[in-house]
Structure formats: structure tokens, C-alpha cells
């Protein structure tokens, strides 16, 4: 029997013990399925009874719905959503980064380094003129600037970064909001 183990690392994305090949082709998904998944993403604590009657499903079929999406990896995790300023983090950046050297060492070794940038909160390896898109949480701009100099410039592959601040952060629709 397998099971999960805390990362090290809490960044650390672990995937499910079952999860699907990472080609897998998507399960079809009806009606109650994306009414649950609606209703975990507006709420990922609520209770499976809560769930049952607000999807208008059994007990029984809505934990049996909500164990076969997690078994099938549509489900990949629960998370908490935190408030950065609350946490002493007010100021939010996204960082372009540009690699002037992109032999598979070098990229895999900077990438490696993400992990390790103080407030990184998503890293995009990126297709493009631009390699990685950054977005971090900083106490102030003399903290940003440090990050980016002490974390990121000094990457022996780095031969361009740009910062950009971020007024505001906008929630998308979500991923069940898209044409069919």
C-alpha cells in the first residue's frame, strides 16, 4: 500500500499515489461530477453531507463521485488560501526571466533554483522570447530587489530579468468556466 509523505520542501507538489500518466486522456465528466468540483472549488472544506444535498446527489454517491475524481487525478489537492498582507507580505511582483544559455544543464539547474527564492509563489516555464514568468510576495521594494538579485540574476544562465509590480490580482473564472 502506498502512501503519501510530508516533502521536505514545502513547496514540494506531491502527486496523488494513483495518479494518472501525466497524458492520460481526461475522464468524461457529467453533470454532478462538475457540480461537485464547483462546489469543492468555491469550498474545499465542506462536509460530504453538505456537499450531497447542495449537488442533490446521496451521501453515499456523493463520496463515492468525490473518491473517483481524486482516484482519477482530477482532484489533486485541497489548498488554503492565504492573505499575503496579513502574512507581511504586501508587495507582489512578476518577474520575466530570460535565459541567455539554454543548454539542458543550465536550464534544469535553474530551474532547480526556484524552489529556493524567498516568497516565490508560481514559476511559468514559458515557450517564447521570455523563459519563466515569476510571481513572488515581498515585504517592501528593497526586499524585492534583493530577491532578484541575491536569487535570480546571479544564475550563471540568466541574461535578462524584468519586474513588474502588481496593483491587483483578479480571479479567473476557474477552469469549469470554459467553451465546450
Known amino acids: 500500500m502506498s502512501r503519501s509523505v510530508r516533502p521536505k520542501n514545502p513547496r514540494t507538489v506531491l502527486q ?14 457529467d453533470g454532478t461530477d462538475l457540480a461537485i468540483l464547483a462546489e469543492l472549488i468555491a469550498d474545499g472544506r465542506i462536509t460530504n453531507i453538505a ?6 446527489v446521496a451521501e453515499s454517491t456523493c463520496i463515492h463521485r468525490v473518491r473517483a475524481l481524486r482516484e482519477s487525478g482530477v482532484i489533486s489537492g485541497v489548498h488554503a488560501q492565504l492573505n499575503l ?17 539554454h543548454n539542458r544543464e543550465l536550464v534544469k539547474s535553474f530551474h532547480a533554483t526556484l524552489t529556493r527564492i524567498p516568497g516565490m509563489l508560481t514559476a511559468f ?4 522570447e521570455d523563459d519563466y514568468l515569476i510571481h513572488v510576495a515581498s515585504t517592501s521594494p528593497a526586499a524585492l530587489r534583493d530577491l532578484v538579485l541575491d536569487h535570480i540574476t546571479v544564475h550563471p544562465a540568466v541574461r535578462h530579468t524584468e519586474t513588474h509590480l502588481v496593483f491587483e490580482v483578479v480571479p ?3 477552469p469549469l468556466n470554459h467553451p465546450a
Open 85 to 101: 498582507t496579513a502574512l507581511g507580505l504586501p508587495l507582489q511582483a512578476v518577474i520575466k526571466v530570460r535565459l541567455g544559455i
Open 51 to 56: 456537499l450531497a444535498t447542495r449537488v442533490g
Open 125 to 128: 516555464h514559458l515557450a517564447g
Open 16 to 29: 496523488p499515489p494513483h495518479a494518472p500518466a501525466p497524458h492520460a486522456p481526461a475522464p468524461r465528466l
Open 172 to 174: 479567473g473564472s476557474g
